[in-house]
């Protein structure tokens, strides 16, 4: 009597799988690297976004120290001089015609600082997918820590009706101290920094209003200097590469030094192309 042959059972080879996991985990870590890298989100400082909101404009300004974020509510009807030398236009008509004009959010930005003093330079379309995350994160997690601030209902404007017919309003006063030191970065970058302004663009009041911007970041401006000769946009040259950085960006400035030594903390150095884009 014949025996039959045993079959022996093949030994399945579970080593795909081992591969096709790390595979799917190398993607995972790949996607969340990208989707939480941020652009301008500093854990350790403060940031301040502008946004379209309706017929007027928004500044968000988060501070993940205090763990806390306060809305500032422009009516869009608030007639201001524009960044770019590009003349008088109502608030909210600046989103469209910085497309037209090809220099997207920085014209509402730079124009916000020019008029209220507020040093800005993000918008919502210049943030990152991380950003963005972590903004709702962050907005989610401190959603009982928020103020809203409504500046039509300070002094810093005045209501009035224009030749058109329409109301409005005007840039009448300074921007209450309440409000200006809430876009203080002296918890980044130090308690007592001072600055020098040298302004070469030979246009009047233009190195005042960067002053204006300077110290209400934190930043006393000690001097005011006139001189002649620099034709370039502006330059920042200071001790602390990341505030250099930020006003670099703050300014349009397309050149920075950081350098430890000399009398002042911050140095900035205002061209006569400069004129042509505050």
Do not use: H
């Amino acid at each position: 009597m014949k025996r039959r042959a045993l079959k022996r059972k093949k030994k399945r080879n579970w080593g795909w799988l081992k591969w096709f996991g790390l595979a799917v985990l190398l993607l995972i870590t790949g996607y969340s690297v990208f989707f939480f890298q941020t652009k301008y989100w500093n854990s350790n400082g403060k940031l301040a976004v502008v946004e379209s909101y309706g017929l007027e404009v928004l500044i968000s300004l988060f501070d993940s120290k205090a763990s806390n974020y306060v809305e500032i509510i422009i009516p869009g009807n608030t007639q201001v001089l524009t960044a770019y030398g590009l003349g008088t236009w109502k608030l909210g008509s600046l989103w469209k015609l910085g497309t037209d004009e090809k220099i997207g959010g920085s014209l509402i930005t730079r124009t916000v600082a020019k008029n209220f003093g507020f040093p800005l330079f993000i918008w919502q379309d210049a943030l990152s997918i991380g950003d963005k995350l972590r903004i709702g994160i962050f907005k989610f997690t401190n959603r009982n820590n928020k103020e809203t601030i409504f500046l039509k209902e300070t002094a810093c404007l005045k209501k009035t009706v224009f030749l058109d017919g329409e109301e409005g309003y005007l840039v009448n006063n300074d921007v209450p101290e309440k409000i200006s030191s809430l876009f203080s970065d002296q918890k980044e970058f130090g308690n007592v920094l001072n600055a020098k302004i040298i302004d070469y663009s030979g246009s009047y009041n233009i190195s005042n209003s960067v002053g204006t911007i300077i110290e209400t970041m934190g930043i006393k401006v000690a001097s005011i200097s006139k001189n002649s000769g620099f034709g370039s946009d502006c330059k920042v040259l200071g001790k602390n590469r990341g505030l250099v950085k930020k006003v670099a960006l703050l300014l349009g400035c397309s050149q920075t030094e950081v350098k430890e030594s000399g009398v002042f903390d911050l140095e900035i150095s205002l061209g006569k192309k400069f004129v042509q884009q505050f």
